[in-house]
């Protein structure tokens, strides 16, 4: 299965400011996915990276708030924009194949604290 | 709307019991069912996974147990060990290519 790499692990923001998280997969693969898990809450899914085109986002969620790049088939960055303390989450990152049934594989996740 | 539910958020077991958890699921479209474990400070692992097709897939001390009529599924882990205590996930698949539902989480304690 695919190794997945985030960065940074956590960070502490203050309010008003933007972070972007990176994403790195060891293998090419089709697709991958950006999640949010905020306290005690499931994982939600904020977007699909979709490489070369821009991303796909989920109800609620919005590309001038959380705009995604993915330039190739191994690497994409969520940046998350004019940060409140209703950001404070985990965001995960995923990658699958999107075909057959295939899991998900997910990066350890970045832990993001706004002051 | 959540449509994939899990609604025990907690379930403590004696070392070398059955764990048994559950989920349950609103949309019948739904094809593909994972468990993921979680522990802390790290991303979830894929555990088991099971298609509708099938009502049961084991691998080792893990069964997943598939109810279609029911949207209901099961997680099985038998005997349980210490560490297999961490948060659980069941997820679901099968309405847009790639996406997934989570339940909320269903964290266990595997007593020693």
């Known amino acids: 299965s695919a190794v997945i790499s985030q960065k940074p692990s956590r960070d502490i923001c203050q309010r008003g400011t933007s972070l972007t998280i990176q994403c790195q997969v060891d293998?090419?693969?089709?697709?991958m996915f950006w999640y949010r898990q905020q306290p005690g809450q499931s994982l939600t899914l904020i977007a699909t990276?979709?490489?070369?085109?821009?991303?796909?986002?989920e109800s609620g969620f919005v590309i001038d708030k959380f705009p995604i790049s993915r330039p190739n088939l191994t690497f994409s960055t969520l940046t998350v924009s004019n940060m409140s303390p209703e950001d404070s989450s985990i965001y995960l990152c995923?990658?699958?194949?999107?075909?057959?049934?295939?899991?998900?594989?997910f990066g350890d996740g970045t832990r993001l604290s706004i002051l | 709307d959540q449509q994939v539910k899990q609604n025990s958020p907690s379930l403590s077991v004696q070392e070398g019991r059955i764990s048994i958890l559950n989920c349950d699921y609103t949309?019948?479209?739904?094809?593909?069912f994972l468990w993921y474990k979680k522990y802390p400070a790290e991303g979830p692992t894929f555990l088991i996974s099971?298609?509708?097709?099938?009502d049961k897939n084991e691998d080792g001390r893990f069964t997943v147990f598939l109810n279609k009529s029911a949207k209901h599924l099961s997680l099985h882990i038998v005997p349980s060990q210490p560490g297999d205590s961490a948060v659980y996930f069941c997820?679901?698949?099968?309405?847009?290519?790639?996406?997934?539902?989570f339940g909320t989480g269903t964290s266990l304690t595997v007593i020693p």
């Open positions: 995923s990658a699958g194949e999107g075909q057959g049934l295939q899991p998900q594989h």
């Open positions: 293998s090419q693969v089709t697709m």
């Open positions: 990276a979709n490489q070369g085109s821009e991303a796909t986002y």
């Open positions: 949309n019948s479209m739904f094809d593909y």
């Open positions: 099971i298609s509708s097709i099938k």
């Open positions: 997820a679901a698949s099968g309405l847009v290519l790639g996406q997934f539902y």
